[in-house]
């Protein structure tokens, strides 16, 4: 079946069984191959097969059920931008579209993300409108396509640069001239031959200056300029009055070498040619992370179909098939293994650098590696639906996003060329008519010079840039921030709440203490609780039966097992009564307990969960269970502290079990015995108080406090990590990622910082010298074009950033 995929906008969730029933409606579409419905985000993601059913059909079931959906999600490729007064012109012109609820352009990553209501506006209307302003619109290519389409822009560029420096060299020779400290350096007199310049500059000008002519008439033509206005005007400016001058010197009898300005014009383009070419490769690493997580995904997968094993490509896969994996080979696709064990290592999609044991029932991610043990796997999450695919797509639509610090910049962009043509024409009158009265020739230098030195690429690419580059590194060190604006935001958090369960500690009870009275060994003891909690399913059960496996102990046979609720266990383990459980059990048994009370008292003070042991109807110890923590934890709080953050934990246990959990990670501040709907109200408190606040939580059961806090964070091993109820994913279940997203986001912002203020002082210093007349036009395309490469340079220098 040939499957499209849609996000759609739902209005009217109230909650998250409202999520549920409209998940199940879709569903039953006929049709529907997946329904995801997205309760934090108010989204729900479509696989369907377009010729059996359409957006309208899903429009109906979900307002019959009582909902509404208002937009569509869709992201655009664009071409012909040529700066960011394109893009603002580009944004400005769909936001005004009926029906278009926020669309917003990227200048460096060439793309268009709009969200609209389908029933108002189409995909067509909006490529239509976009065309008719000179740049072409098109659905979202992969990444390959993307990949294609950059190479052949930076292919196009190099060609034309090739041949525009041919063509200039000579003309460049020429410059020697206009300078007489440079009168020693020989200069060919057919080289100052005014025809021969015209010849060499001609090509240049109108052949590979062909894109500026073009990008300025179309933005002309749309009643706005951009930077090709800028160009072609220096530039035409230049060379037609090099024209003029070269047939006054014809008509004069072609005596001596008249000062002409063809080289100013040709030096001028060949060195935007390079400065685009340069832009083009720096701009395309900018995407590297999403390639190389690309690059982690497996190519082709066996199969098992009918029996047999084939080999296939990775596209072929379905799911429920199975796949065999053998040890050292990449997992293809998100799965649950059916047969055989081994060690996985998950580094590079949760950043866990121990391989962690896998068995029959577990999930396993794709793109991790199977280390050492042949595994039959079910396919459950295929195509875009896998953890991969899932993370590449948070990562492009974070980078495509904006920070609000960059819509200003966007919004200065837009207005900035025609200022500077305005204060390029009073320059020249300035010069004609005052400075140098009726000299057309002084007067032309500066103006040409302001023209081409103010181009705003520098500040178009200044912040996009920055947060590609930031977000992607961010990425390939497990941190998903999920827009740019909680990229930008994060920087301003001054204090973090922590769950305790899942965040803090480890989220699954582990066996931590056992003691034996007289008469008993360890072993002895804990090999008869073992085998009397395995018929137990109770997560405290399990705890106690893993930590005798992990000791070597064998289960025994049992007979006559019964769970007692609110007290505990009993049943018979070769031929011995077992009984574990509380104190009011042995009391009602009439088991004397008191030795034991001392060591019940210091692990219940110490957050653990003690149990009483009894066999034979005599006190045999305590065993004790615990949610333990992590063993980053206390390291990432002190970090966190050293950032100059408040760090409170939340949860909803007792105050003891909380403070002494507190006090083993270095915490002082606990809010405990919290419901989790209260959660998000004691995050209200805090932001009441005037604090910024960050909330982390396992992003599903603190969905209503992730929600309420200014940044909320989700701490996520596992397939779902890329859709949690969070502003950022934190891959790894590691605490130090809260702090490494923080020091992330802090320095991504001073890197925007820093291209902002080169880029407003570059303009802001080029301009008033070229007015004055001591920049020359072919040093104003020099410093225009490589002030846009350095901003680039500056912002990749975030994809070295390294926070260990």
Request: hydrophobic content about 45%.
């Amino acid at each position: 079946m040939a499957t499209t995929e849609k996000t759609l906008q739902i209005q009217g969730m109230t909650c998250s069984a409202c999520a549920n029933t409209i998940e199940k409606g879709l569903s039953k579409i006929d049709g529907v191959e997946k329904a995801n419905v997205n309760f934090a985000m108010e989204s729900t993601t479509i696989t369907f097969d377009p010729t059996k059913t359409n957006i309208n059909e899903f429009t109906e079931r979900v307002e019959k059920l009582g909902y509404h959906i208002i937009q569509e999600k869709e992201t655009f490729d664009i071409t012909g931008m040529t700066c960011s007064a394109c893009a603002a012109r580009i944004e400005k012109r769909i936001n005004k579209m009926d029906g278009v609820s926020k669309a917003n352009v990227n200048f460096a990553m060439e793309t268009l993300a709009v969200e609209y209501d389908s029933k108002q506006i189409q995909a067509t209307d909006m490529i239509t409108a976009t065309k008719k302003m000179g740049f072409e619109l098109i659905p979202k290519q992969d990444n390959k396509d993307k990949m294609d389409h950059k190479e052949q822009e930076i292919k196009s560029q190099t060609r034309k640069f090739i041949f525009s420096l041919i063509l200039t060299i000579p003309l460049f020779w020429t410059m020697v001239a206009h300078f007489e400290f440079l009168s020693f350096i020989y200069m060919p007199e057919i080289l100052m031959n005014p025809w021969l310049q015209l010849a060499f500059a001609t090509p240049v000008q109108f052949i590979v200056g062909a894109q500026f002519y073009k990008g300025a008439f179309n933005s002309l033509r749309n009643k706005s300029a951009n930077m090709d206005v800028l160009v072609a005007l220096g530039t035409s400016a230049a060379y037609f009055y090099s024209l003029y001058l070269s047939f006054e010197w014809m008509n004069a009898g072609s005596i001596g070498s008249p000062e002409l300005y063809y080289e100013a014009a040709a030096v001028i383009i060949t060195l935007i040619v390079l400065g685009k070419l340069f832009e083009a490769r720096a701009t395309g690493k900018t995407s590297q992370a999403i390639h190389k997580l690309l690059d982690l995904q497996a190519k082709t997968a066996r199969v098992l179909r009918d029996g047999v094993e084939v080999e296939l490509p990775i596209e072929q896969v379905i799911t429920g098939d199975t796949i065999v994996v053998k040890p050292g080979e990449k997992i293809p696709v998100d799965g649950k293994i059916i047969e055989g064990r081994s060690a996985i290592d998950e580094s590079m999609i949760t950043g866990e650098s121990l391989p962690i044991d896998k068995v029959a029932g577990d999930a396993v991610i794709g793109a991790t590696i199977n280390r050492n043990g042949s595994l039959q796997i079910m396919a459950t999450n295929v195509g875009k639906d896998t953890a991969l695919a899932q993370i590449v797509k948070v990562v492009e639509e974070a980078q495509g996003s904006k920070a609000d610090i960059q819509r200003l910049a966007d919004r200065i962009s837009g207005v900035f060329v025609p200022v500077v043509v305005g204060i390029a024409v009073v320059t020249f009158l300035v010069w004609f008519f005052l400075v140098t009265p009726g000299d057309f020739r002084s007067a032309l230098i500066p103006t040409i010079s302001i023209l081409v030195i103010a181009c705003p690429c520098a500040l178009g690419l200044a912040t996009p840039t920055s947060i590609m580059a930031g977000s992607g590194r961010a990425a390939e060190m497990g941190l998903l921030f999920k827009g740019g604006e909680h990229l930008e935001n994060t920087r301003s958090i001054d204090t973090v709440v922590l769950d305790k369960t899942g965040t803090v500690t480890k989220g699954q009870p582990a066996l931590t203490d056992i003691t034996v009275s007289a008469g008993f060994t360890e072993d002895e003891v804990l090999q008869l609780v073992a085998t009397a909690e395995n018929q137990s399913e109770h997560p405290l059960a399990q705890a106690i039966v893993k930590g005798a496996t992990e000791k070597g102990l064998s289960l025994l046979e049992i007979t006559d097992f019964e769970a007692l609720p609110g007290y505990g266990i009993q049943a018979n383990v070769s031929g011995k009564a077992v009984l574990v459980g509380t104190r009011r059990l042995m009391n009602e048994r009439e088991i004397e307990i008191l030795d034991s009370e001392v060591s019940m008292e210091k692990l219940e003070s110490d957050g653990k969960t003690a149990m009483l042991i009894a066999i034979d109807n005599k006190l045999a110890g305590v065993v004790a269970v615990a949610d333990t923590v992590k063993d980053t934890s206390k390291e990432a709080i002190a970090r966190m502290r050293e950032l100059g953050l408040d760090v409170i934990m939340l949860t909803g246990d007792n105050q003891r079990t909380a403070e002494a959990i507190a006090s083993q990670v270095g915490l002082t501040h606990v809010i405990a015995e919290v419901l989790p709907a209260q959660k998000s109200d004691e995050i209200k408190k805090l932001q009441d108080q005037g604090k910024k606040v960050a909330m982390v939580g396992d992003g599903i059961n603190d969905a209503p406090a992730l929600a309420m806090a200014d940044i909320g964070m989700a701490v996520g091993t596992g397939t779902d990590i890329a859709i949690e109820a969070a502003d950022i994913t934190l891959m790894r279940g590691d605490l130090n990622s809260v702090a490494d997203a923080i020091i992330m986001s802090r320095k991504t912002m001073r890197n925007i910082k820093q291209n902002l203020f080169f880029a407003f002082f570059y303009n802001t210093v080029g301009i008033p010298i070229a007015a004055i007349g001591l920049l020359a036009p072919w040093v104003a395309g020099a410093a225009m074009a490589f002030s846009s490469v350095s901003v680039v340079l500056n912002a990749l220098r975030l994809q070295k950033v390294n926070l260990k």
